[in-house]
T-cell receptor
Framework: ETGVTQSPTHLIKTRGQQVTLRCSSQSGHNTVSWYQQALGQGPQFIFQYYREEENGRGNFPPRFSGLQFPNYSSELNVNALELDDSALYLC????????????FGSGTRLTVV | GDSVTQMEGPVTLSEEAFLTINCTYTATGYPSLFWYVQYPGEGLQLLLKATKADDKGSNKGFEATYRKETTSFHLEKGSVQVSDSAVYFCALFKTGANNLFFGTGTRLTVIP
């Protein structure tokens, strides 16, 4: 079975621009969560998508938005980029029964200059 | 609110040394507890988990016991290898919530 794949792996954007990050969930997983990991910190929960609906959100402003598609893949969109948005963005998928198992992708490293 | 506190790093050990990475948590109710590992350039991998008090999670020689009385979940390994060099994250999950709460991570370097 394939794992979680994220694209692109690295990205450089200018402050004020918009960015879209993509995630393909592991086969059989219908729930996708996004986390932001700043340098030297633990991952922080952004939001979760289940059956194409947002199913929980962390303490992030509305300029962080997402989508989930019928095939359970997902996008994270960030508008009006700020320097502090520079981080590793991790996508994690889980199965319908969860069973305490999140599978994480390798992440997208976003640098805002 | 819910939180996880991890031992500050970095930790440097010689091969075959004993490892302990401390983790304590604050949460209402009965969370499940996890250790994740992040190798350079990679995402997070689940190392072990415990879902109730006094449970011991174990994997690849690593162990951690869920201690409700001390709200702790310390990671231990009896003999570390160079290949164990990575960043280790303690995390908690509460039933009914939608996310994991992570600690700040502890970087382990094992030297030959």
């Amino acid at each position: 079975e394939t794992g979680v794949t994220q694209s692109p792996t690295h990205l450089i954007k200018t402050r004020g621009q918009q960015v879209t990050l993509r995630c393909s969930s592991q086969s059989g997983h219908n729930t996708v969560s996004w986390y932001q990991q700043a340098l030297g910190q633990g991952p922080q929960f952004i939001f979760q998508y289940y059956r194409e609906e947002e199913n929980g959100r962390g303490n992030f402003p509305p300029r962080f938005s997402g989508l989930q598609f019928p095939n359970y893949s997902s996008e994270l969109n960030v508008n009006a980029l700020e320097l502090d948005d520079s981080a590793l963005y991790l996508c994690a998928s889980s199965d319908p029964g969860w069973n305490y198992g999140y599978t994480f992708g390798s992440g997208t490293r976003l640098t805002v200059v | 609110g819910d939180s996880v506190t991890q031992m500050e790093g970095p930790v440097t050990l010689s091969e075959e040394a004993f490892l302990t990475i401390n983790c304590t948590y604050t949460a209402t109710g009965y969370p499940s507890l996890f250790w994740y590992v992040q190798y350079p350039g990679e995402g997070l991998q689940l190392l072990l988990k415990a879902t109730k008090a006094d449970d011991k999670g174990s994997n690849k020689g690593f162990e951690a016991t869920y201690r409700k009385e001390t709200t702790s979940f310390h990671l231990e390994k009896g003999s570390v290898q160079v290949s164990d060099s990575a960043v280790y994250f303690c995390a908690l999950f509460k039933t009914g919530a939608n996310n994991l709460f992570f600690g700040t991570g502890t970087r382990l370097t094992v030297i030959p």
